[in-house]
């Protein structure tokens, strides 16, 4: 469990999702990839449909070279949001970076669909 601790008044409380979110970003940014990846994770336990964890775990996980994990992360991310651009373009570079050249170039299709204003899945 992350928790934040308010030294000036001893408060321990609970961080929400997007608050481990934020320090998962502030851990990419200055390289702590492992330490981001494992908030991330954290992120997505807590609030199993946040999208934006799915999507950064994905990407966090193909930076270490971790591809099947983010495939697999990935794939949850365009589960929850079918039409979003990014998440299709980002499984297709996880499929890619893995040699599943199949599935790359489906993923990117998804994509190409979206960025043309059509849609994968009924809203």
Not at 18 to 39: C, Q, R, T, Y
Not at 94 to 116: C, H, T
Request: hydrophobic share 45%.
């Amino acid at each position: 469990m992350l928790i934040r601790v308010h030294s000036w008044f001893a408060l321990v409380v609970q961080m929400t999702p997007e608050e481990i979110f934020d320090d998962a970003n502030g851990d990419l940014a200055v390289g702590n990839l492992g330490s981001a990846v494992e908030k991330y994770r954290r992120c997505v336990q807590i609030a199993p449909d946040f999208f934006d964890g799915w999507h950064a775990l994905g990407m966090s996980l193909m930076k270490l070279g971790c591809f099947n994990e983010a495939i697999e992360a990935g794939k949850k991310a365009v589960e929850l949001r079918p039409n979003d651009q990014i998440g299709w373009t980002s499984l297709s570079l996880f499929y890619n970076r893995a040699s599943n050249i199949k599935e790359a170039e489906a993923a990117g299709a998804k994509a190409k669909i979206l960025s043309w204003g059509g849609k994968i899945a009924k809203e």
